[in-house]
């Protein structure tokens, strides 16, 4: 089979059965293409139906079925599903917060910035400059904040280990590429397992945020240019690249990558996207690859 049609649901409702098998079994096999019987890659969550035959058919036959489900899913080739480098983006993607939104609610200013922070998601601002309006607004911040903040704020978004521990077992390079700051890049990718973490550093001065960021601003630009220079030096494919994020700033990776996976994304990288995650968390990725859930690692 040369083609395979992958279904996620959220892991806390395992809605997968037989009868969800059998439908889209029945949908490819009336639209002339050549299923076989469905993989489970993990009982009740994800399950991969190969079949062989036009992926443009597959795509424009199942796709007004699929999108009225509370499910996520792709239709891909089966040649180089297992990918050998992971782009990610960090803020609303492994982690669960905007940390600089985070670090303005202790400014008293979170609404103003979050505001800020969402058209810049959105794409209706310019990264850079709403990046340096929002750090300006924290100068005079003490640097004792970013630790309260990585410490009472950041949360990992479900699936994060097991979706970067998996990879880097199956001998994948794992990049974290963020539009936010060093200090919480550095951490997170000690808390995940990413082998190289870039962000953008925060201008300090006797003990207090300057306002200021040290150039060179990380932007959409850097994290395209981050799964370039990877992927040369690895000598890899593009279809063997991976990358994820939500917001306008991923949009030029997500288009590079061999498969670019836009998570609970703001709609201009939903757009961009191959893949969708609107339902599951971030072991979405592995499951997309075809690894059982047994083979994922936890810790």
Known sequence: MTNVLTLICNPETATLDTTVADKYYDALHDAGLRPAAPIWLAAGEAMDLPFSGSLDTARETL?????AEALDYAIQPQAERRKQLLIA????????????????????????????????MRGELDF???????????????IAVLDRVFHERVRLTPGAVEMVQTMNKAGAMTILVSGG????????????GFQVNRGNVLG???GKLSG???????DSSTKLNSLIEFRQSSALTPRQ???VGD?????????????????????AAAAAADVIIRYGDLTALLYLQGFHKEEFVTA
């Open 63 to 67: 796709a007004p079925l699929l999108q």
């Open 89 to 120: 983006d960090m803020d609303s993607t492994i982690i669960q917060v905007e940390c600089i939104d985070e670090l303005a609610d202790f400014a008293g200013l979170k609404e103003k910035v979050a505001a800020i922070t969402e058209a810049a």
């Open 128 to 142: 850079a400059a709403a990046l340096k309006e929002r750090v300006s607004l924290l100068k005079g911040m003490d």
């Open 181 to 192: 700051f060093t200090f919480f890049t550095h951490r997170v990718a000690e808390a995940t």
């Open 204 to 206: 300090i001065s006797d």
């Open 212 to 218: 200021e960021v040290v150039p060179p601003i990380v």
């Open 241 to 243: 690249t991976l990358a």
């Open 247 to 267: 917001g306008a700033n991923d949009i030029p990776m997500i288009q590079e990558a061999g498969l670019g996976v836009a998570y609970h994304p703001k709609p």
